[in-house]
């Protein structure tokens, strides 16, 4: 049975922000208010950005440990 990964604090909050921006664009498209969907656009991008570098740092880090953990000799 695998060991469940815990989700960092910034892949949380990288996801929030990606689905706030997602619903800030559609209500900007619908409304039809282009600065309302470009600031929607741009908190997308930057939520998925930060979950996307939280990702990857934490799957670095976590590989890191283990290869460190394992090795005893030099």
Known sequence: M?????????????IAILV?????????????REALSLYGLIM?????????ISSI???RTSNNNK?????YSK
């Not at 695998?2 to 990288?14: Q, S």
């Not at 290869?67 to 090795?71: A, D, I, P, Y």
Request: aromatic residues 12%; proline residues 2%.
């Open 67 to 71: 290869e460190k953990k394992g090795s």
């Open 2 to 14: 695998k060991k469940k990964k815990e989700m960092p604090g910034a892949a949380r909050t990288g």
């Open 57 to 59: 740092y934490i799957s």
């Open 44 to 52: 997308s991008i930057c939520g998925f950005s930060l979950y996307m």
């Open 20 to 32: 706030l921006g997602a619903i800030l664009l559609g209500i900007g498209y619908y409304q039809e």
